[in-house]
């Protein structure tokens, strides 16, 4: 008789489980899932840093990179990986996770990218004091629900802010020191030596030899791409992958172009025409040797002039507002090419 009531009173039991369970699992879904930032003021959040959050509210541990978005100041950031400690406590709700941030994500949230659709626009809402530190928002979602910040113990404020250093001290330090630098070293050779100027053994003395536009050429973009490179790495911290097909295109085009003018210069005259005397260099000026000859300026040069600052100002352009180097199509290769090609063929007939 016993034995069949607890037959009969087992049904009973495990429905009754189950109901206690399906309740504990609906107050906990019922339970805002929320976050708050444990990142110190000592190790600011960068353009490429890791974000430590402590979640609350659900199992962090099955969640991927690809599950999680964060903002700061409403820009959002690409998340590249995770890493997740469960509490032993509670470890299915309760954890810490690291975030790991890599610049900012345009496509992530287009109302966003409709506030800051650029890199500068970006940087201006999170780094206002580019040389100091930012307090910025931050905010997360997982999964496409957002989670709620956090109180403070006092039940006044929200663990959601961050501080964020757009520019390290370290490395503003290294970049400028590098820049002055590479300037000075360019205007000492052009001031103090011949190495932006046409060669001539008729005339030992360089500062009477007049300059080299080819040089010139190789020069200015040697210091844009540096420059360039050097600015990208001041506000990112990224160094690799930085350089693309452009900055080689570019250094290998102006290198081509010097060392065929160098050709075209000692030719001495036209194909199937006598070179004529070699006559000793004497400088005009730097305005004044680069655009033309003894004749006066040169249409080849002109245009050389021209599309090189054009080209410039573009890249410059387009690192200030991209942080990164542009890709130029083949058109442009082509005309930079046919431009230089020019110069070198008209070049063997300057007097």
């Known amino acids: 008789m016993n034995s069949r009531c607890l037959l009969s009173l087992l049904p009973l039991r495990m429905l009754a489980g189950l109901s206690l369970a399906a309740v504990a699992d609906t107050s906990a879904a019922d339970t805002p899932a929320t976050f708050s930032v444990l990142n110190s003021d000592v190790q600011p959040l960068s353009w490429t840093s890791t974000l430590i959050v402590r979640v609350v509210g659900f199992d962090a541990r099955t969640k991927v990179a ?153 020069a200015f973009w040697t210091v844009i791409v540096v420059a360039s490179f050097l600015y990208i790495y001041l506000i990112t911290g990224v160094f690799s992958g930085v350089l693309n097909e452009t900055a080689l295109w570019l250094l290998g085009i102006s290198s081509t172009t010097s060392a065929l003018s160098l050709a075209a210069g000692n030719s001495g005259g036209n194909a199937g025409q006598p070179a004529p005397p070699p006559v000793a260099q004497r400088t005009s000026g730097f305005l004044a040797d680069i655009l033309g000859d003894s004749q006066g300026v040169n249409v080849h040069r002109l245009q050389m002039v021209i599309w090189t600052a054009v080209f410039g100002g573009v890249l410059v352009t387009r690192v200030l507002t991209g942080l990164a180097f542009p890709v130029f199509d083949k058109t442009t290769y082509a005309l930079m090419g046919i431009s230089s090609g020019t110069y070198i063929w008209f070049k063997q007939s300057e007097t």
Request: proline share 7%.
């Open 66 to 218: 690809g599950n999680w978005h964060v903002s700061l100041n409403g820009v959002p950031f690409k998340v590249t990986q995770t890493f997740v400690s469960p509490e032993p406590e509670a470890p299915m709700l309760n954890s810490a996770v690291q975030l790991v941030l890599n610049g900012p994500d345009f496509t992530a949230d287009k109302a966003a990218q409709q506030d800051s659709n650029t890199t500068a626009a970006a940087i201006r809402l999170m780094a206002p004091d580019r040389w100091g530190t930012n307090s910025v928002v931050v905010q997360v979602a997982c999964d496409g629900a957002v989670l709620t910040p956090a109180m403070a113990p006092d039940g006044k404020t929200m663990l959601r802010a961050a501080s964020f250093e757009l520019i390290s001290r370290a490395r503003g330090f290294v970049c400028l020191v590098t820049l002055a630098v590479l300037v000075w070293v360019f205007y000492w050779a052009g001031a103090r030596t011949g190495a932006l100027r046409d060669p001539s053994a008729l005339n030992p003395d360089f500062h009477q030899r007049t300059f080299s536009l080819a040089r010139t050429q190789l």
